[in-house]
């Protein structure tokens, strides 16, 4: 079955940048909760933290790396959707991050932010759901189990998505990141989190058709059809 970029629509634009608007102003909240991140924004993190670099242009760096994997061995993941999450996101989350930080002062204890880091779950998974429901790209991180999947078919893509998660947060943790509940959230609570909102919310919005597959699933079908 062939994965590819759906034509644009003003439902399925609305879709991705609302979407990474949510995503953005959860790693924030993550963030301020000092209990980890998912994989991904870990690592930049703790790249970013490093160098003494601010989060968005480190994700633009990165970003830049994944994007060179994702143009030669997955070029037809990409879409407009893959340079809003690209260039978007890191803003949106220095720029939330910023505003928090005038707004609210987090608690040191360990609860408060537990729950603060819970209550953020609900909104990063609207968020992805949104962005991915809308089908008009791959992240350029999100495209490495895409394309990997893609080019080893026997493998399901879970299993996939586990070893590129299961990279960037050993990474993260040898960079000194911080890997912990917040990480472990992401990994048990997204996918759940994630279905739900696509068929309650995210797929009637962006008028996916109820044969369709869910967005970037089965990816490994496209492989063998390409």
């Not at 644009?8 to 990474?20: K, P």
């Not at 989350?93 to 609900?122: C, H, N, V, Y």
């Not at 996918?191 to 369709?212: A, D, L, R």
Request: glycine share 8%; charged share 15%; aromatic share 14%.
């Amino acid at each position: 079955m062939e994965r590819s970029v759906k034509r644009y629509t003003a439902r399925r634009l609305i879709a991705v940048f609302l979407g990474n608007f949510l995503i953005g102003i959860s790693v924030s909240i993550f963030r301020m909760s000092l209990l980890g991140n998912d994989p991904s924004t870990a690592f930049v993190l703790a790249l970013a933290n490093k160098v003494g670099m601010a989060l968005a242009p480190m994700l633009w760096i990165c970003g830049a790396g994944w994007f060179l994997i994702e143009i030669i061995w997955g070029r037809k993941f990409i879409g407009p959707g893959t340079f809003v999450n690209w260039f978007l996101l890191g803003m949106v989350a220095d720029g939330s991050t910023w505003l928090l930080k005038q707004l609210f002062t987090f608690p040191e204890t360990f609860l408060p932010r537990f729950i603060i880091m819970l209550l953020a779950l609900p909104f990063v998974s609207l968020g992805v759901s949104l962005y991915q429901s809308s089908e008009l790209g791959a992240s350029p991180y999100d495209s490495l189990a895409l394309t990997l999947d893609d080019r080893l078919p026997k493998i399901p893509y879970f299993w996939c998505r586990i070893a590129v998660d299961g990279t960037f947060t050993l990474l993260a943790f040898l960079l000194g990141g911080i890997v912990g509940w917040g990480t472990l959230a992401c990994a048990l609570c997204l996918g759940p989190f994630v279905h739900f909102f696509n068929k309650h919310i995210s797929e009637p919005f962006c008028q996916v058709p109820k044969n369709e597959p869910e967005p970037f699933e089965n990816a490994e079908e496209s492989g063998k059809n390409a």
